[in-house]
């Protein structure tokens, strides 16, 4: 059964970059085919989808946000990354990462609160 | 983006009843919409996929229909542990768009 554990800072400052990390646990993240993806919600909103990365490392991402994020892969670690860019108070949310052999969402993590704040 | 507008927002219910959840698509999906359940401290949980497909480990008592732009989640018998917020999501096109969420409670 794969699990997903994400990790990160919790507070960023505005403008600065926000990076998590999210721990793959009973599947490979090499291995596949598997998509894995990022989505985040707002408080009180509905959910967004961020982005995804294959296990060949290909990505997607949401054109909305697409010049401020990175989605990668460090095999090393059987983690995935997002990497968000110049946040604003905007960025402040619950952010899971999730994995599925498409986009059908199969597996998820707990999320992982992140709060912009000066 | 395909919009995907969840009717009702709220929906009150006891133990024991049927609901229905709608999901419409702002266009054609086809059958590329998924169901999910959200419970606090919970793992989000995949339902229902390919509009009707009940995935593994899900009760018999959740069912999908729809194709194109209208879709329906029911729950025959709910049962204590169905009070949470149901999303649809569409994987027709990029970028994966969700529902506002339905929020199920007693």
């Known amino acids: 059964q794969v699990q997903l554990q994400e990790s990160g800072p919790g507070l960023v400052k505005p403008s600065q970059t926000l990076s998590l990390t999210c721990r793959v646990s009973g599947a490979s993240i090499s291995s596949g085919p598997y998509y894995w993806t990022w989505i985040r919600q707002p408080a009180g909103k509905k959910l967004e989808w961020i982005g995804r990365?294959?296990?060949?490392?290909?990505?997607n991402y949401n054109p909305s946000l697409k010049r401020q994020v990175t989605i990668s892969l460090d095999t090393s670690k059987n983690q995935i990354s997002l990497e968000l860019t110049a946040v604003t108070a905007a960025d402040t949310g619950l952010y899971y990462c999730a994995g599925g052999d498409s986009d059908i969402l199969r597996a998820w993590g707990r999320g992982t609160l992140v709060t912009v704040f000066s | 983006d395909i919009q995907l507008t969840q009717s009702p927002s709220f929906l009150s219910a006891s133990v024991g009843d049927r609901v229905t959840i709608t999901c419409r698509a702002s266009?054609?999906?086809?059958?590329?919409l998924a169901w999910y359940q959200q419970k606090p401290g919970r793992v989000v949980r995949l339902l229902i996929y390919?509009?009707?497909a009940l995935e593994s480990g899900v009760p018999s008592r959740f069912s999908g229909s729809g194709s194109g732009t209208e879709f329906t989640l029911t729950i025959n018998s709910l049962q204590p542990e169905d009070f949470a917020v149901y999303y649809c999501q569409q994987l027709n096109s990029y970028p994966i768009t969700f529902g506002q969420g339905t929020r199920l409670e007693i």
């Open positions: 990365v294959y296990t060949s490392g290909a990505t």
């Open positions: 390919g509009a009707s």
């Open positions: 266009e054609g999906i086809s059958t590329y």
